[in-house]
């Protein structure tokens, strides 16, 4: 079993997340905050004090809120109202993004009636021009995407600026372990484009 630490409300009342991420993290049936796992704790404390932070831990010891939790926070600390990518989450398949932006939805419908002051988007080359064109135009908080259209965001003039922004303060990437080989030496060198 995992090791319990303080749950996320707990977290807030101590001043190390805005308090808003209490009601974001919380059951949506009960109400209650969640309950963070130790490791989980850790590894959000860690990211707060400015570190880079690799989680390896178990399927469904909630490692997505050990990023999602310390980006939200953030992002509500830094003019959520301005129009700019705070973070970029790059999985290695579609469908992980499509069943993340699900949960992430889920988690910002707990403001009850206040409008989320948070922007989620995917970009993942799915999506029809009027949806680029809009995300062009008023970047999203969060930008969930994959590794080729990352690179084509880069390479692309006019997607460019989405990803070339000064504002990115987070480089999230999920399912680190699969890359190695050539393939990890492209995810290498993506990063470090990305980071320039």
């Known amino acids: 079993a995992y090791e319990c630490g303080d749950t996320v409300a707990e977290l807030c009342n101590k001043g190390k997340l805005h308090p808003l991420?209490?009601?974001?993290?919380?059951?949506?049936?009960?109400?209650?905050?969640f309950r963070l796992y130790r490791h989980q704790q850790e590894a959000i404390e860690t990211v707060l004090d400015g570190k880079h932070?690799?989680?390896t831990s178990g399927t469904g010891s909630g490692k997505s809120l050990t990023y999602l939790i310390p980006v939200f926070d953030h992002i509500l600390k830094?003019?959520?109202?301005?129009?700019?990518?705070?973070?970029?989450?790059?999985?290695?398949?579609?469908?992980?993004?499509n069943s993340q932006v699900e949960a992430i939805e889920r988690l910002l419908k707990n403001l009850d009636a206040e409008a989320s002051p948070i922007r989620v988007a995917r970009y993942t080359g799915q999506?029809?021009?009027?949806?680029?064109?809009?995300?062009?135009?008023?970047?999203?908080h969060v930008l969930l995407t994959n590794y080729m259209m990352l690179e084509l965001m880069l390479a692309r003039p006019r997607d460019r600026a989405l990803v070339s922004q000064d504002?990115?303060?987070?480089?999230?990437?999920?399912?680190?372990?699969?890359?190695?080989g050539r393939q990890g030496a492209d995810v290498a060198v993506l990063v470090r484009r990305l980071r320039e």
């Open 78 to 97: 830094h003019q959520p109202h301005e129009h700019r990518v705070h973070a970029v989450v790059v999985y290695p398949m579609n469908a992980l993004i």
């Open 127 to 140: 999506e029809d021009q009027d949806t680029r064109e809009h995300l062009r135009r008023h970047p999203p």
């Open 53 to 55: 932070v690799i989680v």
């Open 167 to 180: 504002s990115i303060h987070f480089l999230v990437l999920d399912e680190i372990h699969t890359y190695r």
């Open 21 to 33: 991420c209490s009601k974001i993290f919380r059951d949506e049936k009960t109400g209650k905050s």
